[in-house]
């Protein structure tokens, strides 16, 4: 398709030229200057640089998961327990922290240490149960992830009997939850540094190039000599890893551990990766869109609170988008078919 | 609707339709076109259909005949010409209309669904009813005389997913039947039969005929055509080509029909080198048992062919030697090691490369792009692959080596390969083969649904391979590839060998004799 903006007649209606951007791109530009344009024209603060700031800064827990969902989603599947991961992640890391918190107060570094790996250890588990179930067993994602959702937020319910864990120690809020560095809050840097980690894997290593290819046709990746479950197993342990990571940092910005933060995050990570161009049906999606959509997200969810809507339609209006986005990726999936001939 | 009542109606129309000599023809196409966006798939075509003969339907894959089919059966109009149904111009708008003209089609896509039963699959959209309410009990028992009229020893009550794949043919045929029935297009229906299941619908044939029904067969098998067939009409690119008597056809007459070519220019001359032992089988028994005691060899530099009907058990060898079909009993050795039971990635590793007929199932990745696809069984090679990172400027220099090599059109390695013509997606798919150092190739029926010119590259690559010393392992169901391709031919029958014949032994009356059940004189 590179060639057909070069050859062909000079002079292209307006209408072409969108639909040649709409192939191209996707729907995801077209609602981020909606978005940008409509929120800027509700409220004088939303393009200032503080609050395009603090949009990136709310937005990269989602970008996190999202990009942990898309590695689920590349193989055609996808990850339903990304919410309890993040709910049991933030239980056990905030538990280990403040019980060695506890025992030796003037050790905070190794009590941060440990909640963190305590933390990281127990959302990666969830994971590893989804990979052994989804790739050895062959139980379809949607069960495995959806069972294991339950089963993460009764841990975490049982673990806190549904109160939140206080007092682990204030440096971990302040280094990874509130902490800048050059003006930029920490929590950007870890996630440039994860998006970074993900592009790499993703293009320039095996494992990437077999996650794409078992999304697109697990029989002739068999058939390539891929170790088909090994790599689906892996994709959903890393999508697990992500996950965690981004439990971690949500639960220094929160300063507790709760069993009911990401409740709404399979819906939204879900609709991130839609946005941003990732095929449900598997093989298709780059990092770099699934990062867009879910600053996307954020951006309309932070001017819809500039611009006082109610929080209880915000979260009709999330729906609405995935839908406009799935509607809008059909399309394109027809536009595609007829342009072609 | 009065589908109940339609099997009555059928026997009145029997006599009034077959004996008829200067009535008009059952259907007659007249210079018909259908035009897709950017193809033309058929073009000014004329056909006709007598009642109580067979007309069939030949041509290589893209030829048209699907296409025909489907304006017949209404599921397509035509973009040009006319249909006369009975002498009478028709406008047939859905598949519906065709029903109610007394026309039904078996397409190899079943249009049956498998959760429900027999008979409710039988009168699906036509389902008879008593005050609103389903007539369940009418329609069973015209379902059991359906099945009974047709000598078809299925359980109307029993569910098509239980049922075996000829099994579900039956159902669809019935489906047929069900209505007043005038033109019934058959579409490769032997395909997935066997012998027995086969011989049954022939003689299901012979007695449509007798009630004037007039049948648009489709086939490739040459031996049916002789078998069941009157008439024969050549379609090729769109066009029509000749329709003659059956008895003035022959195998090199309709190829040369068919391609427009003569069989000398298809298949290349190979020159056999035969040397090494590449791949011994020994007593292999798959665990499904679509294979039993098979023992086959092949040498390095030559081809050898693997011959038999659908069903035969003849992919099932080669897969199993692959690693993707489980093994009951038996040895595999390959480059003198024991790889039985071995998987794919390790034969890969060994040398051992299997090309697997279905390229949209099992062959490529459609979504992603040739280059990626090219390379997806050898990214493991130190020349594609550091220890931990991908060499991109490596694999896209090799991609278009091996794509102007294989003449990609057009020339574009990242261009994802469910755009590109089937005959190109072919081509990736042999690329796949040429992405590593390989001592042994099976090819399992390389050449379907491509057009002649790519057909001639692919026996060309395939000959360049095995003079270059490899050993190939050739499975095909098309006769002509096994006879003129191959040094060395084994054929196999309901998942048995059969018999092993050499060269001058390999010809056409000789393997189809073990196509079949050894015919009483």
Redesign the interface.
């Given at each position: 398709m590179a060639e057909a903006g070069s050859d062909g007649r000079r002079s292209r209606s307006t209408r072409e030229w969108m639909q040649y951007a709409f192939v191209r791109l996707g729907v995801l530009p077209f609602l981020l200057l909606i978005a940008v344009a409509i929120f800027a024209l509700l409220s004088e603060n939303y393009l200032t640089w503080r609050n395009l700031v603090g949009v990136a800064r709310q937005s990269t827990y989602l970008t996190m998961v999202a990009m942990g969902q898309m590695l689920a989603l590349l193989t055609g599947g996808f990850d339903l327990s990304v919410g309890t991961m993040l709910a049991v992640t933030s239980v056990v890391g905030a538990l280990a922290m403040t019980s060695v918190a506890a025992a030796a107060p003037d050790a905070v570094a190794l009590a941060i240490g440990a909640g963190i790996l305590a933390g990281f250890g127990a959302g990666l588990s969830i994971g590893i149960a989804n990979g052994i179930g989804v790739a050895v067993f062959g139980v379809s994602p949607f069960m495995m992830t959806l069972g294991m959702a339950s089963v993460g937020f009764g841990i975490a319910l049982y673990l806190t009997g549904g109160v939140p864990v206080y007092g682990m120690p204030a440096e971990f809020g302040e280094t990874f939850g509130f902490g800048s560095w050059f003006a930029i809050p920490v929590p950007i840097y870890v996630t440039i540094a994860l998006m970074a980690i993900l592009y790499v894997l993703l293009n320039w290593t095996r494992t990437g190039r077999y996650l794409y290819a078992i999304g697109g046709n697990i029989k002739a990746s068999a058939l390539s000599g891929i170790n088909t479950r090994f790599n689906l197993f892996m994709a959903y342990v890393l999508c697990a890893a992500l996950t965690a990571i981004a439990g971690i940092m949500l639960t220094a910005r929160l300063e507790t551990g709760e069993a009911n933060i990401g409740a709404s995050m399979p819906l939204e990570s879900i609709a991130a990766c839609v946005i941003g161009g990732v095929s449900l049906r598997g093989g298709t999606g780059r990092v770099g869109n699934v990062v867009l959509g879910a600053i996307f997200i954020g951006l309309v969810q932070n001017g819809m609170n500039l611009a006082r809507i109610e929080s209880y339609l915000q979260i009709v209006v999330i729906g609405v988008l995935l839908i406009v986005a799935v509607v809008a990726d059909q399309l394109r999936q027809r536009l595609i078919a007829t342009l072609r001939d | 609707m009065g589908s109940v009542t339609g099997a009555d109606r059928n026997k009145g129309g029997a006599g009034s339709g077959g004996g008829a000599e200067g009535a008009p023809p059952l259907l007659r196409l007249e210079g018909v076109s259908k035009h897709?966006?950017?193809?033309v798939a058929l073009d000014k075509v004329d056909f006709d259909l007598k009642a109580g003969e067979v007309h069939v339907l030949f041509g290589e894959n893209g030829a048209g005949k699907s296409t025909l089919i489907s304006l017949v059966a209404g599921a397509h109009r035509p973009s040009a010409g006319t249909i006369h149904v009975r002498g009478r111009p028709a406008q047939i708008g859905s598949v519906h209309e065709a029903r109610a003209l007394g026309i039904s089609a078996v397409f190899q896509e079943f249009s049956l669904v498998p959760q429900l039963t027999v008979e409710q699959n039988l009168f699906l959209g036509a389902e008879a009813l008593s005050g609103g309410f389903l007539a369940k009990r009418r329609m069973h028992e015209s379902a059991v005389e359906i099945l009974n009229r047709l000598g078809f020893p299925l359980d109307p009550e029993r569910r098509v997913t239980y049922l075996s794949r000829a099994q579900q043919q039956m159902v669809e045929i019935a489906k047929a039947f069900r209505s007043d029935l005038s033109v019934l297009i058959l579409d490769e229906p032997t395909a997935s039969l066997t012998e027995r299941e086969t011989e049954r619908l022939f003689a299901l044939i012979v007695q449509a005929k007798r009630q004037g029904v007039g049948i648009i067969y489709i086939t490739h098998r040459i031996n049916e055509i002789k078998r069941i067939g009157d008439r024969i009409t050549v379609l090729r690119d769109g066009r029509f080509v000749a329709t003659l008597e059956v008895a003035q056809a022959n195998e090199t007459r309709l190829v040369e029909l068919m391609t427009g070519r003569v069989i000398t220019q298809i298949f290349p001359k190979v020159d056999y080198r035969p040397g090494a032992v590449a791949l011994e089988v020994k007593d292999l028994t798959t665990a499904s048992r679509t294979v039993r005691s098979v023992s086959i060899a092949v040498r390095a530099g030559e081809i050898v062919g693997l011959a038999g009907l659908v069903g035969s058990g003849k992919s099932e060898v080669a897969r199993a030697c692959?690693g993707?079909e489980r093994i009951a009993a038996g040895r595999i050795t390959f480059d003198g090691r024991d790889v039985t039971g071995k998987?794919?990635?390790?034969?890969?590793?060994r040398g051992f490369f299997?090309v697997?007929p279905d390229r949209r199932?099992?062959?490529?990745?459609?979504?992603?792009g040739a280059r990626?696809n090219m390379f997806?069984?050898a990214?493991?090679q130190p020349a594609l692959?550091g220890p931990?990172?991908?060499k991109?400027a490596g694999e896209r220099a090799r991609a278009l080596e091996l794509a102007k090599q294989l003449n990609l059109q057009?020339l574009?390695v990242?261009?994802s390969v469910d755009?590109f013509s089937g005959g190109n997606q072919q081509k990736v798919l042999l690329a796949?083969a040429l992405s590593r150092e390989v001592k042994m190739f099976v090819f399992d029926e390389p050449t379907v649904g491509v057009d002649v010119g790519t057909r001639v590259a692919i026996y060309e690559f395939i000959r360049d391979l095995c003079q270059a010393g490899a050993a190939i392992l050739l499975i095909s169901s098309d006769l002509p590839e096994i006879l003129h391709l191959t040094n060395r031919a084994y054929i196999m029958y309901r998942g048995e060998l059969r018999a092993e014949l050499a060269g001058a032994e390999i010809t056409e009356d000789r393997v189809l004799s073990h196509f079949f059940e050894r015919e009483a004189a």
């Open positions: - | 897709f966006p950017g193809v692959f993707i998987s794919p990635g390790q034969l890969l590793e299997y697997p199932e099992e062959g490529l990745v459609m979504m992603r990626e997806l069984a990214l493991g692959s931990l990172f991908l991109r057009p574009n990242e261009r755009h796949k």
